[in-house]
């Protein structure tokens, strides 16, 4: 982990018309930290995602970021493909909005595709896919810039419980080979856990933070991390933290 | 076998229908001025079928140009307001005002402004104000219907505005822009009989000009003949674009 921190949350705020719906809240990621955000509905965990890539600005703090082209990338909660476009076209996007050649662009992304173990889909359109495999092709389409940054926001929520799990290996795995900074939004804390380096509990909205967890075991997990007595305790300590939080006024 | 049942249910009943009538008109001696059996009309038809189906041809054609042009206005404006909101509100209200206010009752005006002397303009014209709005108000809502989600990754990688249009948001209207066809096709076929009956003269010479010419004389099977082929090609018309709408949804989507 270097020193300097490759994005950051400084005290921002952020109202929208109907009150205050984040912060004040402070994050600072290292390059290649896996961050997970957990916290209620409503908490402003999407909008802290929405702050690290700049699709949004603070009302009041400081975000800082890597800026450029494809260095950022985002995974929504759905896959958020464009039904009308194959599955190598749909991955193919952040190139060919960014100026790469077509061929290039085309061949980047079948690489893609196979990384996230999807070979033979290219010409598959999003309504052939399954809900798992739709996923993987969003993820694919977020790691085709190689990008420093990459934003899960709660990916797996609408996926069945096996789907999850292997998709959370694959982010594992495909995390080890380029080593981008992760920020995941989750409101599941066994999935934070598993998933991440550092656990960020965040209070009801306007959501600040209510305590961090970090998580010492090696990333990608070791077989059988799920059923360790240091998962269960930092599950049960996450859990307490996210309750005290709830409760809190 | 539920498929043929289905298939055979609603013939049943038309017969049924049909038997009843033809029935009813002989054992109450009806004249057939006034109500022909389903017998004479079939004969009537037959009889006047090549002229009937000419003149079907004649107004399927002028709604079909009346669709083609307002096809091309509707798509045209709708691109331009939404690129503009400020637009879309100043452009809203008139649209809408033009889409309830009865075709009928603008008829007499469009055949005075287009000519006495070419009836054919204002039934065109007539039959494209109706088929406008069903595929302006399908574009203007299907450019705006791209998924948000999609169009913050756009944003993410830096499109423009161009980019975002061609890549993002015309695709995203196909299949609005399908509908409003589907349903303008059908209205256009209904504005060119209705500008047929107000402009009322042998100029246009299509089906609502052979209801009339059959009124005239009395002849109430030919009318119903006519009736009947208006009624077949609107079904035909319905079909063909419903067709090719899910042809080109299944190739849009991919299934």
């Known amino acids: 982990m270097s020193a300097a921190p490759i994005a950051s949350l400084k005290a921002v705020e952020v109202d929208y018309p109907r009150g205050p719906a984040l912060g004040p809240f402070d994050l600072a990621l290292a390059a290649g930290e896996i961050v997970a955000l957990v916290g209620p509905s409503g908490c402003g965990k999407s909008t802290a995602l929405r702050l690290l890539a700049g699709l949004e600005q603070p009302t009041r703090g400081r975000v800082e970021r890597a800026s450029g082209r494809g260095e950022t990338s985002v995974v929504f909660q759905a896959p958020t493909l464009m039904p009308w476009a194959t599955a190598q076209a749909n991955v193919a996007l952040p190139l060919t909005l960014t100026g790469a050649r077509s061929r290039e662009a085309r061949e980047r992304a079948s690489e893609a595709l196979a990384r996230v173990g999807l070979d033979g889909v290219d010409a598959a359109k999003p309504a052939q896919l399954s809900g798992g495999m739709a996923m993987r092709v969003s993820l694919a389409r977020a790691l085709v810039t190689q990008p420093r940054l990459l934003l899960l926001d709660e990916p797996f929520s609408a996926l069945d419980e096996i789907t999850r799990r292997a998709l959370a290996e694959d982010v594992h795995r495909l995390w080890a080979q380029t080593r981008p900074a992760i920020v995941f939004v989750t409101h599941n804390v066994e999935e934070a856990v598993y998933m991440a380096s550092r656990i960020v509990v965040m209070t009801p909205g306007p959501g600040r933070s209510a305590g961090e967890t970090v998580i010492e075991a090696g990333l990608p997990r070791p077989e059988g991390f799920r059923t360790t007595p240091a998962f269960r305790e930092t599950a049960e300590q996450v859990s307490a933290q996210l309750q005290s939080a709830m409760a809190a006024p | ?255």
């Open chain 2, 1 to 255: 076998m539920t498929r043929l049942v289905n298939f055979l249910a609603p013939l049943l009943l038309i017969m049924l229908l049909l038997g009843a009538w033809e029935l009813a008109c002989h054992a109450l001696a009806i004249p057939s001025y006034r109500l022909p059996p389903p017998s004479q009309i079939a004969v009537a038809t037959v009889q006047n079928l090549p002229l009937l189906l000419s003149a079907a041809w004649n107004t399927l054609a002028m709604a079909l140009t009346a669709l083609v042009f307002a096809s091309l206005i509707a798509c045209g404006l709708a691109l331009v307001v939404a690129l503009n909101p400020l637009l879309e509100r100043a452009v809203q209200p008139l649209a809408t005002t033009l889409q309830v206010t009865p075709i009928v009752a603008i008829a007499p005006l469009v055949v005075i402004w287009a000519g006495l002397d070419h009836p054919q303009r204002a039934v065109v014209t007539l039959a494209l104000v109706v088929a406008f709005f069903p595929i302006f108000s399908g574009a203007v809502t299907g450019l705006k219907a791209a998924d948000p989600d999609l169009e913050r990754l756009f944003d993410l990688y830096g499109a423009g505005r161009a980019q975002k249009l061609v890549r993002l948001r015309l695709p995203s209207a196909v299949p609005f822009l399908l509908e409003g066809h589907k349903v303008a096709a059908g209205l256009a076929l209904v504005g060119a009989v209705v500008a047929e009956f107000v402009a009322g003269t042998g100029g246009a010479q299509g089906l609502a000009w052979r209801i009339l010419e059959a009124e005239h004389r009395l002849e109430t099977a030919k009318m119903f003949g006519a009736l009947l082929v208006l009624a077949l090609m609107g079904v035909a018309l319905y079909a063909a674009l419903q067709t090719a709408e899910r042809v080109i949804l299944r190739r849009w989507r991919g299934r």
